[in-house]
Structures are given as C-alpha cells and as structure tokens.
C-alpha cells in the first residue's frame, strides 16, 4: 500500500517559517499531483498549495507570496516552505497524492497523510 508521512510542523512565532515535508512510500509508479491542505479548528478542510508532476503550482489567496510549494519527483516528496507565517495559519496540515498509479493495480488512487500541526502564537 501507500503511506505519506509528514513532519516538519510546530510552534512558530508570528512572521516565522516553518517548512513541511511530506514522503510517499509503498509501490508507487508515478503520481500526478501532490499537496497540502488544512484545517483550523471548527472549519472544513481548505486547499493550501497543490503541484503537478510537471510542476503547475496552484496556491490558495491566503498564502499566495508567502507559501513555496515544491516536489522531488523522484522521491515522491512534495515540499511547502511557510514565511511570514500567521495567526490564521495555525491548523492541521495535510499531505494529499491524487491520481497515483500504485504497481500492480490498473487504477488511480488518492491517498492523505496523518496530518501535522502548525501553531503560530506570540
């Protein structure tokens, strides 16, 4: 099976940065896109940066200029380096593989990963 596994969260002082990493593992033969997501306390789960295996970028309003997503295709890792960091931006942070061709079977598949906190306070 897939696994993705994130690190790289913590508590961040407001105006910091904090980089994200997010590794997918198991049989993998490519995968089409991967991303972050969050989600703050008692809110829905919003898109934060997504990018395609040809490295189309797509950032949601709120981090555009502030948030780099970046991928290494042949580690299957996808990056989001976080400056000038927030309040708002404190949440769950999850790692998304979407259209991931896994060895052995003829579909496509999405995977999530465990999710990894990001608290910015003074």
């Known amino acids: 099976q897939v696994q993705l596994v994130e690190s790289g969260g913590g508590l961040v002082q407001p105006g910091g940065s904090l980089r994200l990493s997010c590794a997918a593992s198991?049989?993998?033969?490519?995968?089409?896109?991967m991303g972050w997501y969050r989600q703050a306390p008692g809110k829905q789960r919003e898109l934060v940066a997504t990018?395609?295996?040809?490295?189309?970028?797509n950032y949601a309003d709120s981090v555009k200029g502030r948030f780099t997503i970046s991928r290494d295709n042949a580690k299957n890792t996808v990056y989001l380096q976080m400056n000038s960091l927030k309040f708002e931006d404190t949440a769950v942070y999850y790692c998304?593989?979407?259209?991931?061709?896994?060895?052995?079977?003829?579909?496509?598949?999405?995977?999530w990963g465990q999710g990894t906190q990001v608290a910015v306070s003074s």
């Open positions: 998304n593989a979407d259209g991931v061709v896994v060895v052995g079977l003829g579909d496509e598949y999405g995977y």
């Open positions: 198991g049989s993998i033969r490519s995968i089409y896109a």
């Open positions: 990018i395609t295996s040809g490295g189309s970028t």
